[in-house]
């Protein structure tokens, strides 16, 4: 599926690698002007995090955000109003529902509809949810699809069918947290990709723990960077240990 027009596809505008960050919404530790250094900082997509069902890909530095947040009352309803009002404050840039949908998923479409958000992703194979996906799109939602750091040929044709927004691909193996000396190869995985007939923009993330990993993704082929728990890391040593780590990704990835 080609990308549509829209917030997503001037983030993966050619030439410019996309910048994609984690921020947990609703985490008391964060505040409330967290999307705005963001996006003064060169983040092209915010990844939302919203509390929901079993965090069984996240270590525990986005399992506390979570827990943190929902003991603060972040709920669906409030989860949107809150995005909501970023979707003001910040008409341009990409926005992501990113979340583990519970076992009753009731009022979630509507919640997601309603925050003005851009896709709607969750770290579980899109063939687990595709009633979930198609009821997303026909509210103008892009379904992100998830791929496994080593993915499975049927998950691989699905999101060449029918993907959109982009793919994120898992950088490394095991839970989000964890920052390996070295991120795998994923080239291979992307030229595959690639050569399938995948036209849909692809961000690596998991894992990637440096800027000079978040570079070494872009050069093995990335289209765009996910950070997720290095940045919840910095917003707990405060607004500067962010603001230098979100700056100094954009640098990287931008090869400066």
């Known amino acids: 599926m080609a990308l549509a027009p829209g917030r997503l596809a001037a983030a993966f505008r050619p030439g410019r690698p996309a910048l994609i960050c984690y921020l947990p919404i609703g985490d008391p530790e964060g505040g409330e002007d967290l999307p705005e250094l963001y996006a003064e900082c060169g983040v092209d997509v915010l990844e939302i995090?919203?509390?929901?069902?079993?965090p069984y890909l996240d270590g525990p530095t986005i399992r506390d955000s979570f827990r943190r947040a929902r003991n603060a009352?972040?709920?669906?309803?409030?989860?949107?109003?809150?995005?909501?009002?970023?979707?003001?404050?910040?008409p341009r840039i990409g926005m992501i529902w990113m979340t583990y949908p519970p076992d009753d998923p009731t009022g979630l479409v509507d919640a997601v509809a309603?925050?003005?958000?851009?896709?709607?992703?969750?770290?579980?194979a899109a063939r687990t949810y595709?009633?979930?996906?198609?009821?997303?799109?026909?509210?103008?939602v892009h379904f992100i699809h998830f791929l496994e750091h080593d993915p499975r040929l049927k998950d691989v044709h699905l999101a060449v069918e029918s993907s959109s927004g982009y793919v994120m691909l898992?950088?490394?193996?095991?839970p989000t947290g964890i920052?390996?000396?070295?991120?795998?190869?994923?080239?291979v995985v992307i030229e595959m990709l690639r050569r399938i007939g995948l036209?849909?923009?692809?961000?690596?993330?998991?894992?990637?723990?440096t800027p000079e990993q978040a570079r070494a993704?872009?050069?093995?082929?990335?289209?765009?960077?996910?950070?997720?728990?290095?940045?919840?890391?910095?917003?707990?040593?405060g607004r500067t240990a962010l603001r230098e780590l979100l700056c100094s990704l954009r640098e990287a990835i931008d090869g400066r």
Do not use: C, K, W, Y
């Open 49 to 54: 995090g919203v509390p929901g069902g079993d």
């Open 73 to 90: 009352g972040v709920n669906l309803r409030r989860a949107s109003e809150l995005i909501s009002a970023h979707r003001v404050e910040l």
């Open 114 to 124: 309603a925050s003005g958000v851009d896709g709607f992703l969750t770290p579980h």
């Open 130 to 140: 595709r009633g979930l996906g198609r009821q997303l799109e026909e509210r103008g």
């Open 170 to 174: 898992q950088a490394n193996p095991g």
């Open 179 to 187: 920052h390996p000396l070295v991120l795998p190869d994923n080239s």
């Open 199 to 209: 036209r849909t923009p692809v961000a690596l993330g998991v894992g990637i723990g």
């Open 217 to 237: 993704a872009v050069e093995m082929g990335a289209d765009g960077v996910v950070v997720g728990s290095l940045t919840v890391e910095m917003m707990l040593r």
